[in-house]
């Protein structure tokens, strides 16, 4: 229901900015915050970010938090996750994921992305 691209292969400090929007005819139905998350390999899948239906309230993990920012364009029905300097614990396959009402640092959501690869590696 939810297409993610934007992921590539990068050098620790680099940036990378991915996007998600719903695949085909799917609309995600208003209001529906959105988030991304994230599981490295042998790990459990973890919150990134999120952000509200209007975009006015954000949250992030710690682990990103100061280099990572999640935005939306509602009018291209798209969510983004801009990520700089990037680490090598960074690496993992994010997800993002669509839900009616507030933001949910559970993987509660009712939408999910197929996935796309970040490696960072030196």
């Known amino acids: 229901q939810l297409q993610a691209s934007g992921g590539g292969l990068v050098q620790p400090g680099d940036s990378l900015r991915l996007s998600c929007a719903p695949s085909g005819r799917t609309f995600i139905s208003a209001p529906a915050a959105m988030a991304w998350f994230r599981q490295a390999p042998g790990k459990e899948r973890e919150f990134v970010a999120g952000?509200?239906?209007?975009?006015?309230?954000?949250y992030h993990a710690d682990s990103v938090k100061g280099r990572f920012a999640i935005s939306r364009d509602n009018a291209k029905n798209t969510v983004y996750l801009q990520m700089n300097s990037l680490k090598l614990e960074d690496t993992a396959v994010y997800y993002c994921?669509?839900?009616?009402?507030?933001?949910?640092?559970?993987?509660?959501?009712?939408?999910w992305g197929q996935g796309t690869q970040v490696t960072v590696s030196s």
């Open positions: 952000i509200s239906w209007n975009g006015g309230i954000k």
């Open positions: 994921a669509a839900r009616r009402g507030n933001i949910s640092r559970r993987q509660n959501y009712d939408a």
